[in-house]
């Protein structure tokens, strides 16, 4: 299955359709890592504003449709996700939630070691290890999902 040709663009190939397997083993690791969210005690708020953090950083529009949804369904409002381009110039996001976006933007950034020791130090101060190790992957597979879904041109379709 291949995309829609975008203007100016190549054809792209659906690479999760091409290669069910490898994509699979993707969504059964996306799986664990919610799981160890949960279980690290990260309510779905916390994930969903990781996974559109590093959503929108990485420029994924599928990935930001998809997780604006998902943390509207899981109670967060309009107006949180309106401003969380912009998290660090508000107060309406928790400790907790401020410390994992910025652990989210170190990983995404991985050359930045300075941001990486930063965000430690900054999620030290309010995260256990578990909760910290489970943003980690939080933020390591939305980074996987975006770039099959950049590479693969998934499409963002009105709503019917």
Not at 60 to 87: K, S
Request: glycine share 4%.
């Amino acid at each position: 299955m291949t995309s829609p040709v975008p203007a100016g663009g190549t054809r792209r190939i659906f690479i999760d359709k091409q290669s069910p397997k490898p994509y699979h083993a993707l969504v059964q690791t996306s799986e664990a890592v919610r799981a160890a969210a949960a279980d690290a005690g990260l309510d779905r708020i916390l994930v969903e504003l990781v996974n559109l953090r590093v959503s929108q950083i990485n420029g994924c529009a599928y990935c930001l449709h998809v997780h604006t949804r998902a943390a509207l369904r899981a109670g967060d409002t309009p107006e949180r996700l309106g401003v969380l381009a912009a998290w660090r110039e508000t107060e309406v996001f928790s400790p907790a939630e401020r410390a994992a976006l910025t652990l989210a933007e170190a990983t995404t950034d991985a050359a930045d070691t300075g941001a990486q020791d930063a965000a430690y130090a900054a999620a030290r101060d309010v995260l256990t290890d578990d909760q910290i190790a489970a943003v980690i992957w939080v933020a390591v597979t939305i980074n996987a999902f975006n770039r099959v879904s950049i590479m693969s041109g998934h499409p963002v379709r009105p709503a019917r």
